[in-house]
């Protein structure tokens, strides 16, 4: 049974959502600037929801919402290092009109949006983007911090940094990536600390893409390539997030890929010192994996895996249906996820994204029929209620999303939302809000508090 305070919510994020990439002094992001893929729209306008604010938090409060997990953008407010007024304005129009309709927001603050000044300066690479980081999020706390209680420092950091060699080309070393990703983790672990020793009350924590990991056959071998995926995908980011430290089996990886970055004691201070309150997750699927002694490393996108040589190798499971995207479908993999972050760290829980993303199609009377959604939010919410029961602590449940947007590699075509926008990936029409058949059930779930699913 879901508690009387659970949280639920619904999440986007800044550049996928907001729009207006250049106005009121909003610096280019990475996300405006990257080529996007083939017969896509890019994110200049998304749903421009920078512009249909009020609107948008009105539907959120006729959905019921109890929550509302965004993320703010770097660019937007402070492009080129300054403080950009309009921008911060932007954010504060936004959090007042989510707590004047008692929405929680939920904030993250960085996801996948780095400003295109810095990226040009080695971006994550650059060790003095710690403190550009650590220097945005100081603002964030002092301008926000008391309307704000709930804290995500980086979003799906392990999906970022698994897709580096994807994103770049192959130009990047593994050294490379796993430079800047410990750059990111040191950043992280600073801005948690700064946080901490405010006067805020809230929380903070990191918010990785977190899935369990099944041995393709029950040969210890392959148990072992799961046991070696799970330290690689999920445990080295969420270990140095509660425990402050890298996990062992994924630093034997790094050894082997030559890929270990440099860490100063400096670095091993701050990690140890500045932890998180809480562990907010991703999940949208499970993960299989065989053991791989030969062959070349396997590149793949952020949900299709990966291989390491000697280490694992992923494979489709035959067991689970998919999606026509062709991701895996796996509602009971979210109580087995779920079990194995609080088995091993012990903290209060939150999902801030699952979510099947399809072609739905606005009907002649503005109706959209995505019942396949809602049949897939159902069945995963049935799992989590179920591990809530086993006794796993959840602050809440944000699925993606809360209103269609741009889907980083398929576009609009592909959407998540529980409003959709009228538009098309090269033609805007005029953006109109219309409530699909699931923002009407889970209306009334929420309502009901979980019980009528």
Known sequence: MFEKDFLWGASTSAYQVEGAWNVDGKEPSVQDIRQVPENTSDF????????????????????????????????????????????????????????????????????????????????????????????????????????????????????????????????????????????????????????????????????????????SSPSAENQLAADYMSAFRNWLYLDAAVFGRYNAQALEILRALDAVPEITLEDERIMKQNTCDYIAFNYYNTACVTSFDLGEIKEGDQQKGLAIPGFFKSIENPNLPQTEFGWSIDPTGLRVTAHQIYSRYGLPLLITENGLGGRDKLEEDGTIHDNYRIDYLRQHIIELEKTIEDGVPFIGYCPWSAIDLISTHEGIRKRYGFIYVNRSDFDLKDLKRYRKDSFYWYQHLIETNGREK
């Open 44 to 215: 200049k306008v998304a749903a421009d929801h920078y512009h249909h604010v009020k609107e948008d938090v009105a539907l959120f409060s006729e959905l019921g919402l109890k929550a509302y997990r965004f993320s703010i953008s770097w660019s937007r407010v402070m492009p080129n290092g300054v403080i950009n007024p309009k921008g911060v304005d932007f954010y504060h129009t936004l959090i007042d009109e989510l707590l004047k309709n008692n929405i929680e927001p939920i904030v993250t603050v960085f996801h996948f949006d780095l400003p295109a000044s810095l990226y040009k300066q080695g971006g994550w690479g650059n060790r003095q983007t710690i403190q550009a980081f650590a220097d945005y999020c100081t603002f964030l706390f002092d301008t926000f911090g008391d309307k704000v209680h709930y804290w995500q420092t980086i979003n799906e950091q392990n999906m970022l940094t698994l897709a580096g060699k994807l994103i770049s080309g192959n130009k990047k070393t593994w050294k490379d990536i796993f430079q800047e990703n410990h750059h990111m983790l040191v950043a992280q672990s600073k801005v948690m600390g700064i946080y901490h020793n405010s006067d805020h009350s809230g929380k903070i924590g990191p918010a990785p893409n977190i899935c369990a990991v099944y041995p």
